[in-house]
């Protein structure tokens, strides 16, 4: 029930050791806004890791070749293995049932673009149209490439939109453009933007067949790249992901004459482990950030719940003369806990709120590879609230226990 005297004896309480009470709730403030800016970070943490896996499909796995480092079959060490078209159709047709989308890759690195007055240096990947759907991009003006562009060596390009900005000034139109790449005239039939920004957007897209027969390749491919289709559940996913990776390096070695153990000859990149792992260890992160402020709080508690045992000592003989009075012992009790978690809340919500305007503040301006957008949700605010109050009656039992079985006689006998 609510009561004017009691806040006021609250009041008249705090005043009279000002010090002492502003040092306990810079120590719960503390606490708090330690586990705020900890927990912040944590995010930012988390969404800086789910934004580099935005740029490409999160179920992807890609395979590229390398160099042997054991020997086989009589073959020696340091040979430099080469996929091919027969290598991606093989591999399709084997793991048929795993696959969602699937493209083989020829790409160049350092291709010169040139349109107009206006050239760049971009790299250059020759592909399949499943490819749209594998590196995550959306086509904003025209199309991708389809079928009919790789089995007609069409010299059609698809343009990301930092190459746009790039060539075409002025805001000049780009579809329907002709484009200088390498040598070979190609026209503009689309332009896509990629979550992964800039990086991602600084490429052009052709298809395979033609990159091939351009860059007089052959048959020969730099990479091939899958996504898988979905699991029940993430841990279905990265079981299947993991076997599906298991039996395409099995057929790659077999086919390629490399051993087994041979650890350098092929690479792949499974998206799903990685995902997996990088979660956990978030997850062991933030765990281990609740567990620093959980920490820190409890220090502060601590101190709350000796500032109010030393209040119920000062105050023996009032709480004495309280009990002869006729209080009883609830009502001494909800005094000494009201008193504690006033302390603790109102200065646990000052730290809960400077930690909140720091993220506000400076949150949106914090960009890195892995770090990104720190911030705290409402959910766990609500939760931080909740951990002050039930900390605050925590700090106040034992004191108010204390003061609850004073003895009036013992207590008016005192000095």
């Excluded at 060490?77 to 078209?85: A, D, M, S, V």
């Excluded at 939760?383 to 106040?396: E, Q, S």
Aim: proline share 3%.
């Amino acid at each position: 029930m609510f009561s004017i005297e009691r806040w006021q004896e609250i009041f008249e309480g705090l005043s009279k050791n000002k010090l002492r009470t502003v040092l306990t709730g810079v120590s719960v403030a503390s606490g708090i806004f330690i586990l705020v800016i900890l927990l912040g970070a944590g995010n930012g943490i988390q969404n800086g890791i789910q934004k580099q896996f935005e740029q490409d499909a999160v179920n992807r796995i890609s395979v590229w070749p390398g160099i042997t480092q054991i020997e086989h079959n009589g073959l020696g060490i340091g040979r430099q293995i080469q996929l091919r078209n027969a290598d991606y159709d093989m591999a399709t047709a084997l793991l048929e049932d795993f696959i969602e989308y699937k493209s083989a890759i020829y790409s160049v690195w350092n291709g010169n673009v040139v349109f107009k007055e206006e050239t760049g240096t971009y790299r250059v990947e020759g592909v399949h149209p499943d490819y749209q759907f594998i590196e995550n991009a959306s086509i904003i003006k025209g199309r991708f490439i389809n079928f009919l562009d790789v089995n007609n060596f069409e010299k059609t390009a698809i343009i990301g939109q930092k190459v746009a900005t790039d060539l075409f000034k002025n805001n000049e139109e780009p579809l329907g453009q002709q484009l200088n790449v390498a040598g070979m005239i190609y026209k503009v039939v689309g332009v896509f933007s990629d979550p992964g920004g800039e990086r991602e957007e600084s490429k052009v897209f052709i298809p395979i067949s033609t990159a091939q027969r351009a860059f007089s390749a052959g048959d020969n491919i730099r990479s091939m790249s899958f996504t898988l289709k979905q699991g029940k559940n993430f841990d279905a996913a990265v079981s299947e992901s993991h076997e599906f990776s298991n039996q395409l390096q099995t057929f790659l070695k077999k086919r390629h004459a490399i051993a087994p153990n041979d650890e350098g000859a092929l690479h792949i990149n499974n998206s799903l482990e990685q995902a997996k792992n990088i979660y956990i260890i978030t997850g062991g992160v933030q765990a281990f950030f609740w567990f620093v402020g959980i920490c820190t709080i409890i220090a502060g508690v601590v101190g709350v719940g000796n500032i109010m045992l030393i209040i119920v000592k000062e105050r023996t003989k009032e709480i004495g003369i309280r009990k002869a009075l006729g209080a009883s012992p609830f009502s001494i009790i909800t005094m000494i806990l009201q008193e504690a978690v006033f302390i603790t809340v109102i200065a646990g919500f000052s730290g809960l709120i400077l930690g909140l305007l720091i993220w506000e503040l400076i949150g949106p301006s914090v960009e890195a590879d892995f770090f990104t957008r720190p911030e705290v949700d409402f959910n766990v605010a609500v939760t931080t609230l909740i951990i002050l109050i039930v900390a605050g009656a925590f700090a106040g039992f034992v004191p108010a226990y204390r003061a609850a079985k004073i003895r009036p006689i013992v207590a008016l006998r005192g000095d």
